[in-house]
């Protein structure tokens, strides 16, 4: 089985613009979560979707969206970056309610 | 909340004993571990639901005490390889993927 892909891998942007990051998870898996991680903040979870639904959400600004189509894959929308946004990006899928399998991460920069 | 962690780093040689400690201010159903090396995602170690179970894994086992909200991971007899940053996600609700991470436990095993 193909694991999680995210795509793409790196990313530099400055700030004010917008970015749309993409998950596909591991084939069967319906949920998909998204997560920052910074050397100060480590994990910081921002969303899940199950079914399309976003089932979850964590304490992050309305500028970081994200959506779910009926394949499973998932796009997560920053918009107006900050240069705080600058971060690696992992997003993980997983039968409803078992382990989490994380993808490669995409490593955004914000200039 | 996102649980804590101690220690936040440990420095072993091989063939020695660690253990490295979650804890949570809020009723868990399930804690996971994570082990995650430099540059790459965080791999899946285990997961131990409500109910106060120990769980192994090779060398690596863990134990969670649903009433004093903690988890505990065990590395014993230490090999290079278990060097990584540990983390613990934590959940409160069967239903819920709403992951909550620890900031991570460095652990780094010398010849």
């Given at each position: 089985k193909?694991?999680v892909?995210?795509t793409p891998?790196y990313?530099i942007?400055?700030?004010?613009?917008?970015?749309t990051l993409?998950c596909?998870?591991?084939?069967?898996?319906?949920?998909?979560?998204w997560y920052?991680q910074?050397?100060?903040q480590?994990l910081?979870?921002?969303?899940?979707?199950?079914?399309?639904t976003?089932?979850n959400k964590g304490?992050?600004p309305g500028?970081?969206s994200?959506r779910?189509?009926?394949n499973?894959?998932?796009?997560?929308?920053?918009?107006t970056l900050?240069l705080?946004?600058?971060?690696?990006?992992?997003c993980?899928?997983?039968?409803?309610?078992?382990?989490?399998?994380?993808?490669p991460?995409t490593r955004l920069t914000?200039? | 909340?996102?649980?804590?962690?101690?220690?936040?780093?440990?420095?072993?040689?091989e063939?020695?004993?660690?253990?490295?400690?979650?804890?949570s201010?809020?009723?868990?159903?399930?804690?996971?571990?994570?082990?995650?090396?430099h540059?790459e995602?965080?791999?899946?170690?285990?997961?131990?639901?409500k109910?106060?179970e120990?769980?192994?894994?090779?060398?690596?086992?863990?134990?969670f005490?649903e009433?004093?909200?903690?988890?505990s991971?065990?590395?014993?007899?230490s090999?290079?390889?278990y060097?990584?940053t540990y983390f613990?996600?934590?959940?409160?609700s069967?239903?819920?993927?709403?992951?909550?991470?620890?900031?991570?436990?460095?652990?780094?095993?010398k010849?």
């Open positions: 193909a694991g892909t995210q891998r990313l942007k400055t700030r004010g613009q917008q970015v993409s596909s998870p591991i084939s069967g898996h319906r949920s998909v979560s920052q910074t050397p100060g480590g910081q979870f921002l969303f899940e979707y199950f079914s399309e976003q089932r304490n992050f500028r970081f994200g779910q189509f009926s499973s894959r998932s796009e997560m929308n920053v918009s900050e705080g946004d600058s971060a690696l990006y992992l993980a899928s997983s039968l409803a309610f078992a382990e989490q399998f994380f993808g991460g914000v200039l | 909340q996102q649980p804590v962690q101690s220690p936040q780093a440990v420095i072993l040689r063939g020695e004993d660690a253990v490295i400690n979650c804890s201010s809020k009723a868990l159903y399930s804690v996971h571990w994570y082990r995650q090396k540059g995602a965080p791999v899946f170690l285990m997961i131990l639901l109910g106060g120990q769980k192994g894994h090779e060398k690596i086992s863990a134990s005490n009433k004093k909200q903690q988890s991971l065990y590395l014993t007899a090999q290079l390889s060097s990584g613990c996600g934590t959940s409160d069967f239903y819920n993927n709403d992951m909550r991470f620890g900031a991570g436990t460095r652990l780094t095993v010849p």
